[in-house]
């Protein structure tokens, strides 16, 4: 077979299997709500414009969920969009413009808020939007920070007051609405690999608030979702982060320096852990570049054919993110991967209000 028929080929069938996806999380869709959490309807509504112009699939988290569960093709230009928080602006003005574009969109709802003040959503307005195609999703029962352990509560004491609020989270939904998937969004995007564990246990696909696309690798208990609101809301930005493609990793590992693997997302402050990913596609490997919250760009070096990140400076109390891009042979398309860590403070407790 002639090179140039077998390279056409290869790039036909990579089009073919593609599995790459897009998750859009928002919270409230108003210019009068906190602003870092927010996005005017203006710059949401052309937010949905350049999507429908730009020929996108919009999915339920359902399908794409199952999906990925069922190690399902992706095909490219794939989004599901998403809310979080039960808020009463979802109602009034996203609802009614995915609704008059036959969108389907999930609500990730902490249930006991609901029905509760005029900021958050009601039952029957819930109810109403179930019935036009919305999926109503669990987003706890009382949206508190699920890896955090309360003063005095044992590891096994954590575990169960948890599985019990989902569950009970789950009941409820299932109550009011009828039929509740088993998705999943945590709370302020926060995770550790305990909570990730309890999830897989409950059979629940867990969503994230780190960025970036999804593919084949994503683990079923941390899908990430590029999350808009507050400086995130310029069209620009928007159009850069639906068109990314999944970083083609084959492993991901974390080290607290570079003799001591670890199995945790959370460390004190002060830590500098290291996030050391291995890159199915070697000629990637010198191309990627990688930066962390307040840190701007930030050390990566190549050992043993493996990328090692590390922030440059200690990490403080809370989130800290490492997000690590590459420009892919598609004009205007990135490779992103991010990776989450959480930090108490030095001696390990939780003083951060997150």
Not at 47 to 71: C, G, P, T, W
Not at 166 to 175: D, G, N, P
Not at 190 to 213: H, N, R, T, W
Request: hydrophobic content about 40%; overall charge neutral; some cysteine.
């Amino acid at each position: 077979m002639p090179i140039t028929v077998r390279l056409c080929f290869i790039l036909l069938w990579v089009a073919l299997n593609s599995k790459a996806a897009v998750v859009l999380e928002y919270h409230h869709i108003s210019d009068k709500t906190p602003k870092s959490t927010s996005i005017s309807v203006d710059k949401f509504t052309a937010q949905m414009d350049y999507l429908a112009n730009n020929h996108f699939k919009i999915v339920s988290v359902i399908e794409l969920a199952e999906k990925l569960r069922n190690d399902e093709t992706l095909p490219d230009k794939t989004i599901a969009i998403s809310f979080d928080d039960s808020y009463a602006t979802v109602y009034q003005a996203a609802y009614p413009l995915l609704k008059k574009r036959g969108w389907p969109f999930t609500f990730f709802i902490n249930a006991a808020a609901v029905s509760t003040s005029s900021l958050f959503v009601s039952w029957d307005q819930l109810r109403e939007m179930s019935r036009n195609g919305v999926t109503i999703a669990n987003h706890t029962m009382y949206h508190n920070h699920v890896p955090r352990l309360k003063d005095g509560e044992t590891r096994s004491q954590w575990r169960e007051r948890t599985k019990t609020e989902i569950e009970k989270a789950q009941k409820t939904i299932a109550k009011e609405i009828g039929n509740v998937p088993k998705i999943f969004a945590y709370p302020f995007g926060e995770y550790d690999v305990e909570v990730q564990k309890l999830l897989k246990e409950l059979d629940f696909i867990a969503f994230g608030q780190q960025s970036g696309p999804l593919g084949s690798q994503a683990d079923l208990q941390s899908v990430p979702r590029f999350p808009f609101g507050g400086s995130f809301t310029e069209l620009d930005d928007f159009i850069m982060k639906v068109n990314t493609l999944p970083m083609p990793i084959s492993r991901i590992q974390f080290f607290a320096d570079k003799h001591h693997e670890i199995n945790n997302l959370i460390v004190k402050q002060g830590e500098q852990p290291y996030l050391v990913l291995s890159i199915s596609n070697n000629n990637l490997l010198d191309k990627i570049h990688c930066f962390a919250t307040g840190q701007g760009a930030i050390n990566s070096e190549i050992i043993a054919g493996k990328l090692w990140v590390q922030a440059k400076q200690p990490l403080p109390q809370g989130r800290t993110r490492y997000n690590c891009t590459a420009a892919s042979s598609e004009k205007g398309r990135f490779y992103w991967y991010t990776q989450q860590w959480l930090a108490t403070d030095k001696t390990g407790i939780w003083n951060y209000n997150d």
